[in-house]
């Protein structure tokens, strides 16, 4: 028998044990052997929660308790779940997480520990929700050096551009929407500004690349700025407009991570990635393009990969998993000011103007709207070429 520990009560926390409740006896299976809840940290009593009896207020209890082999951090944020965290592991116990903030932050520190005391630490639920990403990266596609990773990583933003795009809603309404459905929060600033996707994309560049990549070298930008006229014009472009993070393997060897709205060609798949999904695309020098899809939040979509993270720590208790990466610095990260990307452009300005400016720039207009398409410039290229140019939105196309 396993016993193992949870903490936060709320919603992954309380998804993973009712998972862990309800599949107990496929869940013993596949351990090889049953998996009992010992304890859940909360913070005050639950009364009206099945598990309330489970309940604990005292990180030590868990930590104390020999008994406990395997800790489901589901707390959030980077303060109790880094500490709470190092200290389950010091103490000898096996960590999964959902937390994608601690893992984007920490992920070095903590591997480093595991490795120490031949613990695993494991995070399948931290990206794409229940949409298994992580393994696949870690040992199905190890084979490949990868080369590029992208994705719609935020179901919230996806969920606010595809209102602006299919019933033309303002930026303010489609999120008043989104608020309303509960996909998002009362404090929507992670998911709008970018800040989720781009903790998300550091995990899958670190682990793909195999150095950590933080969110402090990417830079980010949310959807925000986007207009409704902005997705008009890319309409009468042919193209969709979506909150895609991004990592690219330059030459030298460096990472170029960031995060910003694309416009993307209709006929793309990551373009037919609507509400809530997310998508992720891994480009491997020997599979080619692989795409990951489905639905990238949500209570038990995140509670099934944090159980199966319980499930193998549980199963691999005398053996690592090797999901780990190595600490970062300025030696991994390239400057996203070097990459040649094409970009779209929503100006005033007038024709001759643009003629002069980006002689072979395709234009297009949606009413009183304008915007052209550059060919490759880097960003540092293109700030050189607006100096004397007005623009409203500029943002990279995926092509
Ligand atoms: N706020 C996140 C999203 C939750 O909307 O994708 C899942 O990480």
């Known amino acids: 028998m396993a016993k193992v520990a949870i903490l936060g009560l709320g919603t992954v926390g309380s998804g993973v ?8 006896d496929s869940i013993a299976r596949k351990a090889g052997e049953p998996v009992e809840i010992k304890y859940i940290l909360g913070r005050h009593d639950y009364p009206d929660s099945p598990f309330r009896d489970l309940v604990v207020q005292d990180f030590s209890v868990i930590e104390n308790d020999p008994e406990i082999s395997v800790v489901a951090e589901c707390i959030g944020g980077t303060g109790a779940a880094r500490d709470d965290t190092l200290r389950a592991l010091k103490a000898g116990k096996s960590v999964v997480t959902s937390n994608k903030e601690v893992l984007a932050e920490c992920g070095d520190e903590f591997f480093a520990i595991a490795q120490e005391k031949n613990l695993n630490y494991l995070y399948e639920a931290s990206v794409g929700g229940g949409i298994p990403i992580i393994r696949p990266l870690g040992s199905c596609l190890a084979a490949n050096e990868i080369s590029e990773i992208y994705g719609i990583l935020n179901g919230t933003t ?11 809603l303002s930026f303010d309404t489609a999120l008043k929407q989104a608020q309303e459905k509960g996909y998002a929060e009362a404090d929507p600033t992670a998911d709008v500004e970018g800040f989720d996707a781009c903790r998300k994309i550091c995990i899958l560049a670190s682990l793909s690349f195999g150095r950590h990549v933080y969110p402090a070298q990417v830079p980010t930008q ?4 986007v207009t409704a ?20 393997l330059q030459e030298d060897g460096k990472v170029v991570a960031y995060v910003a709205p694309h416009l ?14 997310n998508g992720i695309v891994v480009r491997g020098d020997a599979i080619g393009d692989v795409m990951f899809y489905g639905r990238g939040a949500g209570k038990l979509p995140t509670a099934s990969a944090v159980a199966a993270d319980i499930i193998d720590a549980v199963k691999h208790h005398d053996r690592r998993q090797n999901l780990d990466w190595a600490p970062g610095g300025d030696d991994v990260v390239g400057s996203f000011e070097d990459l040649p990307l094409r970009w779209y452009l929503r100006t005033p300005e007038q024709d001759a103007k643009i003629a002069a400016v980006f002689g072979g720039g395709k234009t297009v207009t949606a009413g009183e709207e304008k915007a052209v398409f550059t060919g490759l ?18 943002l990279p196309v995926l092509a």
Do not use: H, S, W
């Open 264 to 277: 993307i060609p209709a006929d793309q798949q990551m373009a037919g990635v609507e509400d809530v999904f």
């Open 158 to 168: 996806n969920y606010i551009l595809t209102k602006m795009i299919k019933e033309g």
């Open 377 to 394: 410039l880097t960003k540092r290229e293109l700030d050189q070429q607006l100096t004397d140019f007005r623009v409203l939105t500029c």
């Open 17 to 24: 044990a009712e998972v862990l409740t309800k599949n107990a």
């Open 222 to 225: 949310g959807i925000t700025g």
């Open 229 to 248: 006229q902005d997705v008009a014009l890319a309409e009468a472009a042919g193209m969709k407009i979506k909150l895609l993070g991004r990592a690219i």
